[in-house]
């Protein structure tokens, strides 16, 4: 009965209203939403709104939403309206998180254009019609409108970048909004009876939605054969974890301790192949073998003489003591010469 009740004031609002309304001049604005979805994972749901901003006071409207079905679909769409007396009589019906959620006055997911045939055209379409309603005005200095479209879109997929649009805001899923028609009701006379007459808008303005989100890319780590460890899907801007690596191997050519990585880990920014960087230990200049000239150059490391890059301090330093010295120096030299067969001895 209360919706019945709310349904029969505003359309008596409706019809008194037209007049102050229309002076406005018929101009219309579709304006999308700018939604934050980069926080969501998959499975999740929040809404998005469509905003309608028109100088009539009543207004027919026909327009397409087209949104990327691979990472989204819409659970729901319902008809919001906000503002003065209406939100109040919306408010008083709605038992939704939103106070002026009015689904009565949309068509929803599951009938459209009172052919009960479903919304939704091929990839991603949502075709969304619309009665005549109520649009922003003001009455006696009071704001009676402000109509929006509320759609419940679900996260069915975790969004790649090739997709993506970017902004200074991040990342963005685009929401495009095609007017196929637009219309509003001037007063004309008909027989010397007042009457309305629907005209297109002559001014429509579009500002297509935006659904902020935070991509993934695949970050495979190999070993040293070049074989998968693992993969991870790491979010944009995010810093992918390194699997644990044997800090020292041996093969016939000599012994090698783990460097790091060849990549940067951090702000991860598309899909990336990483490789371990293992380091011969002794091989000051990285020539694959220890021999007198690395103990030279240890030796002008540790006097000072020559600035080491990380990898060659990192090389010299045979004794692990995070630091190159004349111990290292000699260690290298003896290894060189056949006395010690092996730094991890």
């Not at 019609?129 to 929006?148: D, I, R, V």
């Not at 993934?216 to 801007?237: L, P, R």
Request: charged residues 20%; negative net charge.
């Amino acid at each position: 009965m209360k919706k019945l009740f709310s349904i029969a004031v505003a359309m008596v609002m409706i019809m008194t209203f037209v007049p102050a309304a229309l002076a406005d001049g018929p101009a219309v604005t579709y304006s999308g939403a700018a939604a934050d979805a980069s926080e969501l994972e998959v499975g999740d749901t929040f809404y998005w709104t469509f905003n309608v901003s028109a100088g009539s006071a009543m207004f027919s409207g026909h327009w397409l939403l087209d949104y990327d079905e691979d990472y989204l679909a819409v659970d729901a769409i319902s008809k919001t309206w906000s503002g003065g007396i209406i939100s109040a009589i919306n408010a008083s019906i709605d038992d939704g998180a939103q106070a002026s959620d009015m689904p009565e006055f949309v068509y929803n997911a599951e009938y459209v254009g009172g052919t009960g045939q479903f919304p939704y055209g091929e990839d991603g379409n949502v075709y969304i019609n619309l009665g005549m309603f109520l649009t922003s005005f003001s009455f006696g200095g009071m704001q009676m409108g402000g109509s929006a479209i509320r759609v419940q879109f679900r996260v069915t997929a975790l969004p790649d970048d090739d997709l993506l649009g970017h902004d200074a805001d991040g990342y963005y899923l685009s929401i495009p909004i095609e007017v196929i028609e637009s219309t509003y009701l001037s007063p004309t006379t008909v027989e010397d009876q007042p009457s309305f007459e629907g005209l297109p808008h002559e001014t429509v303005n579009v500002v297509d939605g935006k659904i902020y989100v935070s991509p993934t890319f695949e970050v495979t780590f190999h070993n040293t054969d070049g074989s998968v460890i693992e993969t991870q899907n790491v979010s944009m801007g995010d810093t992918a974890v390194a699997p644990e690596m044997p800090e020292f191997i041996s093969d016939p050519e000599g012994d090698y301790r783990f460097f790091g990585w060849d990549s940067e880990l951090s702000n991860i920014t598309g899909d990336m192949d990483v490789y371990p960087v293992y380091c011969m230990i002794g091989d000051v200049n990285g020539d694959g073998a220890v021999d007198s000239v690395d103990s030279m150059l240890a030796m002008r490391i540790a006097l000072g003489f020559i600035v080491a890059t990380d990898i060659q301090g990192f090389a010299a330093d045979v004794d692990f003591d995070d630091s190159v010295t004349s111990v290292d120096s000699m260690l290298i030299l003896r290894r060189s010469i056949g006395f010690i067969d092996s730094f991890l001895d």
